[in-house]
C-alpha cells in the first residue's frame, strides 16, 4: 500500500523559510519521481517542483530560486526547502507520486505566510 506522509508545514512570516518534508513507503522509492503540489483557498491544485530519479530538478517559476526539492532515498524522503517566503505561497502543500498510471498523494501540510 503506497503512503504518502508531509510534514514540516505552520506559520511563517514573509521572507521566512520552512522545510516540508514527505515520508513514502509502499513504493520502490529510488525509482520514482517525486512532485510537490499545492493548493490555496478557492484555488485549483498547482504543480510547484519535481524530482526525478536521477536528481535533475524542475520548478514552478514563481518559485524557481526561492524554492529547493530534494530527495533521500535511504529514507525514503523528499523534501522542499522554502525561502524567501511571500503571503501568496500560502496553500496545503501536497506531495505526490505516480505509480504504474496511479496517482497517489498525501494529506498535505498547512503553509500560511503572514506577518
Known amino acids: 500500500q503506497v503512503q504518502l506522509v508531509e510534514s514540516g508545514g505552520g506559520l511563517v512570516q514573509p521572507g521566512g523559510s520552512l522545510r516540508l518534508s514527505c515520508a513514502a513507503s509502499?513504493?520502490?522509492?529510488?525509482?520514482?519521481?517525486m512532485d510537490w503540489y499545492r493548493q490555496a483557498p478557492g484555488n485549483q491544485r498547482e504543480w510547484v517542483a519535481r524530482?526525478?530519479?536521477?536528481?535533475?530538478?524542475n520548478y514552478l517559476d514563481s518559485v524557481k530560486g526561492r524554492f529547493t526539492i530534494s530527495r533521500d532515498n535511504a529514507k525514503n524522503t523528499v523534501y522542499l526547502q522554502m525561502n524567501s517566503l511571500k503571503p501568496e505561497d500560502t496553500a496545503v502543500y501536497y506531495c505526490?507520486?505516480?505509480?504504474?498510471?496511479?496517482?497517489?498523494w498525501g494529506q498535505g501540510t498547512q503553509v500560511t505566510v503572514s506577518s
Open positions: 505526490h507520486t505516480r505509480v504504474s498510471l496511479y496517482d497517489y
Open positions: 509502499g513504493i520502490f522509492f529510488s525509482i520514482n519521481t
Open positions: 524530482i526525478r530519479s536521477g536528481g535533475s530538478t
